[in-house]
């Protein structure tokens, strides 16, 4: 039983994690139709940044954090209007490509700047607690208390207020939102820049858990690429289910096989549900725009 709450409590952490980098890639693709391949740096950056503003500037953990997530979103704003946004309405195979090359660039950017020597956030949260039979770390702990209002806010966000049903309605039928008035490039202006800034805080958070490197958002970008289709391109609910669903798993599979075979489990995962089900556990099929 020991062994078991120790199991959830880390695949808890984990499926967090996993949950706030695909809700980014999720959203971009459901609102902005397009495969984001430099999520995963925008997640390296978020880790590196805060580093190097304790390093350079000697912030703490939660200052650091603020400022390298206003910073992330101004790049981000950047990379969309002046980027992505004349490509939107050409050949998916665009925006998919320029992503591609965006991901190559920053992070060999910050491989030249910073080298390749792994680095660790520091935070106020290094204290490791008993609680009950589990042995766990105050930052695991700010990952998931987090992670569940993240979730939440953004659940309620989406639904409820006016920006996020202005949200869904691009979604469902951008040339109808067009129509009806909708500001749709103000609309994919938000979510990039929106998307963009939750990947960056899960790298904020996971960092002092781990060591940063430039390259630590290329695994991530797999792992989401396999969240988000598990649970439906698309789909929020899917992206929650699925990165809960594949922390779980790997966290089982590494204290059952080892460490080595927790990604290949994740990936047989992804190749069964595209045989069975190819559109996800919550998938939809876009409309024509």
């Not at 594949?246 to 080892?258: D, K, M, N």
Request: net charge positive; hydrophobic share 55%.
């Amino acid at each position: 039983m020991e062994i078991l709450n120790q199991l959830i409590a880390n695949g808890l952490v984990i499926g967090l994690t996993y949950t706030l980098f695909a809700l980014g890639v999720t959203l971009i693709f459901g609102i902005l139709g397009m495969i984001n391949f430099a999520h995963g740096e925008f997640y390296m950056l978020g880790a590196f940044g805060s580093y190097v503003l304790q390093q350079e500037l000697g912030l703490n953990y939660f200052q650091a954090g603020i400022v390298t997530i206003i910073i992330i979103c101004l790049i981000a704003w950047l990379i969309e209007r002046f980027t992505l946004r004349s490509l939107l309405e050409t050949d998916h195979l665009n925006s998919l490509l320029a992503t591609f090359g965006l991901s190559i660039v920053l992070l060999n950017m910050v491989a030249i700047a910073y080298g390749s020597t792994p680095r660790q956030i520091s935070s106020p949260f290094n204290s490791v607690l008993h609680i009950g039979n589990v042995f766990i770390t105050q930052q695991k702990i700010v990952i998931v208390f987090l992670g569940i209002v993240v979730i939440l806010l953004l659940n309620l966000f989406i639904k409820h207020s006016h920006l996020g049903k202005l949200m869904r309605a691009v979604s469902q039928n951008r040339m109808g939102a067009m129509v009806s008035g909708i500001p749709i490039k103000k609309i994919y202006s938000f979510t990039f820049i929106f998307g963009v800034s939750i990947a960056s805080l899960a790298g904020i958070l996971i960092g002092p858990t781990t060591y940063v490197t430039p390259t630590m958002g290329m695994s991530v970008m797999l792992k989401g690429f396999v969240i988000v289709i598990l649970g439906g391109l698309g789909s929020v609910p899917g992206a929650i289910i699925g990165g809960m669903l594949l922390g779980f798993v790997e966290t089982g599979a590494s204290s059952l096989v080892g460490n080595s075979w927790k990604d290949i489990i994740g990936y047989v995962i992804l190749i069964l549900v595209l045989l069975i089900r190819p559109q996800g556990i919550f998938g939809f099929q876009r409309r024509s725009q």
